[in-house]
């Protein structure tokens, strides 16, 4: 061992531990004694001892047993590893304790010095190779310890573990205080060695490896090595080295992003390394696209470090972002998001405000171009994570005004992106621009735009009255010319000597200018103008070229004479004679000069109005702009609201709720189109909706309870006013469970209510209706809001002024509804009230005196009234049939009392006459409107309300019955258990039987017996319905029409009587209202008689080539809750609803598209019907354009996804190929057959069946779209599927180009019979005309029409040619009148659909 009193050795720290027991240079440490694991125990004791008695120098004897335990360290137990631990912390400790005093003293030996530093070198290797080993060990540990499924560690690994955590802090706790002294003056001109300062530094980027770095857990550990590393990058020269370090390990641990991020920034700032970022950015900024581009280059890692330092030291990245910019051209996307939010922080805290300076103006500007650029990046990602940098932007209110209309146009433009992470990005950037937008969002574009016209014209007027004003004084010419000397000299001086060639050049180019401008003046007194008019629009360098040109062209004139020698002087002078002038002249001169400012007041407020009128107009002109576009946003974020995508549902709705607070124009439309989401079975969507309305309308503000009650009112009424019957009944889920919650307001609003409905406060109309609807949604809730006070309702809005607002009737009624069983659907006894109670005489009197006036409003109260009869009222038949009466006597009396006057009169004018029989018309109208209506609830009541009642009945006997049994029953019926649950069943099912059988008996033979008064309405009704020509009232037909319909609705008999009259009005009436009207209640009749409507349903699916939209949509509507629950038969007239996927009318395009969304839910739907509709559509007879074929069956073929429904569906196009008469056919067939996502299988089908297609190949039409299928398989195929596409593709083009018997061979033939045996057999299987002959089904013809046929492409031709029957209207013959329906002959039966009276088409193109 070296003598330790006698330093005469220098300890140097070694590149490897094992370095230091090899022989070494001269006076250099080697350790001499490695002492063996057993004796380290009583060493490490004298190692303690030593060190409490000579201090932290004993290192420099006891390194030996500290190297040791190095040596051992794998054999060595943890006891020994932690005493020197401990050991090693208390020798550096002691060390920053006792090195102040030395380092600060003049007398230090250097014997001490070299004693001192030996010791610094020695304890920091020792302790830091020691960390190391215990930090590898405790990673190992870490992840052989991980609980597995049990969630259990070993004790033993979990403790050593735990140990070292706590130890970990102490360790670089010690290692701090010693380094943050001035340690370096121990070294021989203060030049610390690299091994040193590495030996440090490896300990701190191994403890940086540790996965658990980034915890919360571990930030003690992790502000410890951030500081030591800065002490060693400020004071010991590692600046490079971390930087290279800090971009290795960024590569390898990805979770070290935010530590380092943290760590640069804290090196910047707090030890003032600025440089450090420039070394890391631009480590990362060399990397080439290419490598950041390859897995494992660490992209991730360097796009956060990036990200996290912009947001901690934006201001130090400002010099640096020149080097990421190059980047945003990479092809990384990570890359480009993370340089987009480094420039999205610098616009947020450096680079905004008004104080910026011209460079951090062009900076920013510089910036947002970037990010405007990056809004239409091609990845996804990056426009979505810009978006929500603009969101950040805005926010902070850091946007500059003039890019709001830009950027705003942008963020609008991307709701149309494919990716739903940027929809919804640009959703939240637009709610952003409504909530910090410097405009006014209350106004709309229309109510902005007569503000604008009028500003703009009185700026107009403002501008003409200041051109219009001569001006009264001049600015002298002296004056003028002393503001504009210094900047004149320093022109002509470097006129004269231009320092540069672009000067030259530049004054060149103005030379051959002045020359053109002195040729186009006549004289020298021109000339002299034209420079006066230069210099007093500071066009300084134009006059005095034009100066010392003049001399040359003018060398006579005494005003250029001293222009003969060119100086400074002599062009100063002639410049300032030319215009200031002499006394003579300078009155001549000024006339021909611009007129200049004005000096006086009067002139200086007339700019300032100019100025701030101009800025009105810019400010109402942006507000315009931002108005146009908010609009446009709505409008597009409105239609979101029903998307598939639950996230960007909530985003619009959250949209919604915000342009709603802050007031927008037109922002209450998107308010109520979300409002029916509240049914939507999405539990995300339905709590969004509810908890939008909850914070827009249910948690108002205001001091007092009643004032917030009547902000809540307000709230409301507004929602309700003008809202349809739709969203009022979405409103009423939100509006009860708020009456249900019991809420502290719940009392006060609803007397706010009853004030607002009684008239005790001011109210309009509108809002009583609103009020008392409110007060219905209450009584749902609880149900006394209203029972307790019928009385006030019936006087209020039933009583002796019921005529004059009809509507506030029927919303009385619809309240007073929500207290029946119906609505609450209770059970029990039936809650009914009396017939003569004081409402049904009300009702009644209403219905009666309202059927003979004319008031648009009264038959949307009848209806709600007697629904509401049928609800509430015991015997409710016998109350409407009084009614029926009364309303029929009131007529008959108008009738003759009309008669009466006019023969009293004479009649001598044919207009009273006419308005007389109108008024008769409209009351008739009404009459048979009552009529239709007592009908349907009768029936309605008989199977809901009376088929219940017995229902409960029955119930209750059977179980008195069972009480009075008794035990012996009980124990009597247990015996035989199954046999008596069976005999129950069988009872039970036969007395539900019974009972509906009576209830089909009263309707077929008691509610249109000759004693009830229905019966006596049904004649007139078939008479109105049969003669439109008589009876051609629009009104009148209506209402027949619909009351005819809801007759039929009683029993069979009725509806067989009068189907085919009812479909004759279908096809034939010229009222589309009418038209509507029997499609929905065809649709009714089909769901209680299907059988009876059963052949009828082709005359259904005809009304869908209707020519008015209107008639379109209720029939697609109508057929499609027929087909999705299965009341129909799904069959090939499907391909009519197939056709509406292209109508002109949008919003029938949606409802034709959701029926095929909802059928292809059902199994092999859509593939069943596909053939049919192809070959329908094709007919020539249709004449549909080859666009729109192929726009509807890339739609159709969308919801084909199996692979075996593909190659059936190739093999079933293949063989149409055969029966295809025309070349359109042939190339619908192949352009249907490309639109299939072409498998392997469903290819090798197609090369079996090339013999059905081989000779139309010629046609391009048919080898295009087939030619694209090969196209498309050939991607991403493998090469032996690849090579047979492409010899498919050769035989294609092939054919094509020569011709089919110029290609086929013999040889080709057996090539072919070898390759796919199965082709003759397939020409073979070829399906024949003659098996659509085969036995029909129900509904369907025998003719050539069939469903699968495969000569569905040929034109069916007519088996017989019968003449039908001519239907003729008469309005003329009253006895010769012949019914208008449908001949005997033109009625369909059961087995056969409806045969049409002519073959014309029935859809447009």
Known sequence: MFSFLGMSWDFFVPVCVGDLVKTGGINQYVVQDVVSPKQLSSQLSRFKAALRSQGPLCVLEHFDTGYSVLQHFNSVDLGVKEDTLELLVQVVSGLAVSLPALLVSTSLSAAERKENLNAVKMSVFLLCKL?????????????????????????????????????????????????????????????????FISCVTCCCYKLLENPTIGHVKSKPTRDCIIHLLGLLIKKYNHLLGAGVKVIQLLQHFEQLSSVFAQAVSVWSTEYGVRAIIGEVIREIGQKSSEELAREGSGVKAFATFLSELGSLVPELMIPNI??????????????????????????????????????????????????????????????????????????????????????????????????????????????????????????????????LEKETAKLREIKEKLEGEAPVAVIKASELWDAMEPELLATVRTTLEPTSEEEKEQGEEEDDRGVEEEKAAEDDRATAVKIAQYLRVNKYRNAVQLCIRAHSCFPE???????????????????????????????????????????????????????????????????????????????????MLYWKTTSVVQEAVQFCVTVCEFSVANSVSGVRKMLPLVWSTDAAIKDAVVQAYRRLYLNPQGDTVRLKAQTLVDNLSELMVDASLGTIQCLEEIVQEFFGSGSILQSS????????????????????????????????AEREVVLSNLDTLCSVALGEKVTEDFLLARDTVITICSITDHVRQSKGAPFRLPQDHQLFTCLTQAIAEGAVMEDPYWQSFMEQAVRLIYFLAE????????????????????????????????????????????????????????????????????????????????????????????????????????????????????????????????????????????????????????????????????????????????????CEENIRLIFTVLERSPLPVVRANAIIALGDLTVRFPNILEPWTQNLYARLSDEVPSVRQTAVTVLTQLVLKDVLKVKGQVSEVAVLLIDPEPHITSLALNFFNELATKDNAIYNLLPDIISRLSDPERGMSS?????????????????????????????????????????????????????????????????CYS???????????????????????KPQFKAQVEEFEKRLTAVHTRGLENVESPEMDEENQKEGGSKEKTVMRTPHPTRGRQKTKRGQTKSSMSSHGDDSFVTPQKSRKSKKPVITFSSDEEDEEEDAVMAESETPKVTTPIARTSRRARLRN
């Not at 209510?753 to 609807?773: D, S």
């Not at 009830?1012 to 009876?1031: D, E, Q, T």
């Not at 190949?1257 to 398989?1273: C, D, N, R």
Request: hydrophobic share 40%; glycine share 6%; proline share 3%.
């Open 557 to 639: 004139s005494e005003m250029f004479a001293c222009l003969s020698t060119l100086t400074t002087k002599n062009v100063m002078d002639t410049l300032a004679l030319i215009f200031k002038g002499s006394s003579e002249d300078a009155s001549e001169l000024s006339q021909n000069l611009p007129p200049t400012p004005q000096k006086e007041g009067a002139e200086e407020g007339d700019d300032s109005e100019l100025k701030k009128q101009e800025m009105l107009v810019q400010y109402l002109k942006d507000t315009e702009t931002f108005a146009l576009q908010v609009e446009r946003a709505i409008s597009v974020i409105n239609m």
């Open 322 to 451: 020149s080097v990421l910019i190059t980047h945003l051209e990479g092809e990384s996307h990570t890359m480009r998001v993370a340089v987009c939010e480094v420039l999205g922080e610098i616009l947020v805290r450096v680079l905004c405000g008004d104080g910026l300076d011209d460079s951090g103006k062009a900076d920013r500007d510089r910036f947002f171009d970037i990010l405007q650029e990056h809004l239409h990046d091609t990845h996804s990602h990056v426009r979505a994570r810009v978006l929500q940098v603009y969101t950040r932007i805005v926010n902070s209110k850091a946007l500059p005004l003039c890019r709001y209309s830009e950027v705003m146009e942008l963020a609008v433009g991307r709701l149309m992106d494919k990716s739903i992470n940027a929809v919804k990005s640009a959703i939240q950037l637009l709610a952003a621009f409504i909530a910090h937008n410097p405009y006014s969002c209350k106004l709309s574009s229309a109510d902005l735009k007569k503000p």
């Open 1187 to 1251: 666009e729109d074929f192929n726009t509807i069956m890339k739609q159709l073929f969308s919801y084909i996804t199996k692979e075996r429904q593909t190659e059936s569906l190739v093999e079933k196009l293949c063989q149409r190929f055969r029966t295809a008469k025309t070349e359109r056919q042939w190339c619908d067939l192949a352009m249907s057959l490309s639109l299939l996502s072409m498998c392997e299988r469903g290819f090798k089908r197609l090369q079996e069946c090339w013999e």
């Open 131 to 195: 960390a190391e080993s215990l930090e590898s060990v405790s990673y190992r540990q870490c992840i052989v310890t991980a609980p597995g499924k049990g969630g259990k560690k070993s004790k033993s690994g979990a403790e050593g573990l735990l140990q070292w955590d706590s130890e970990r802090e102490g360790v670089l706790q010690a290692l701090v205080q010693l380094l943050q002294l001035d340690i370096r003056s121990l070294w021989s001109l203060s030049l610390v060695e690299e091994e």
């Open 875 to 1054: 015997s409710p038949d016998q109350l409407c049939s009084r009614l029926l009466q009364r309303s029929a006597r009131l007529l008959l009396d108008q009738i003759a009392e009309g008669g009466e006057v006019n023969r009293d009169v004479g009649q001598t004018q044919d207009g009273s006459q006419e308005s007389s029989e109108q008024v008769s018309c409209a009351c008739l109208a009404q009459l048979l409107a009552l009529c239709g209506c007592v009908a349907f609830w009768q029936v309605s009541h008989l199977e809901r309300s009376v088929s219940a009642e017995l229902r409960r009945r029955r119930g209750e006997t059977e179980e008195r019955e069972e009480k009075e049994k008794g035990p012996a029953s009980k124990a009597k019926q247990a015996a035989n258990e199954s046999a008596m649950e069976e005999e129950l069943g069988l009872i039970g099912a036969s007395a539900e039987d019974t009972e509906a059988e009576l209830i089909r008996k009263i309707c077929e033979t008691e509610l249109l017996a000759e004693e009830n008064l229905l019966s006596a309405f049904l004649p007139l009704l078939v008479r109105v319905c049969s003669s439109p020509g008589r009876y051609s009232h629009p009104q009148l037909t209506t209402a027949a029409c619909l009351a005819l319909s809801q007759y039929m609705m009683i029993s069979p008999s009725v």
């Open 749 to 780: 609003v609803i007397q706010m209510l009853w004030e607002k409905f009684t008239g005790k406060r001011e109210t309009p109309a509108i809002h009583k209706r609103a009020a008392v609807l409110l007060l219905g949604m209450a009584a749902r």
């Open 1255 to 1277: 000779d139309k190949l010629t046609e391009p039409g048919v080898y295009q779209p087939l030619l694209s299928i090969t196209a498309k398989l050939r991607r991403g195929a």
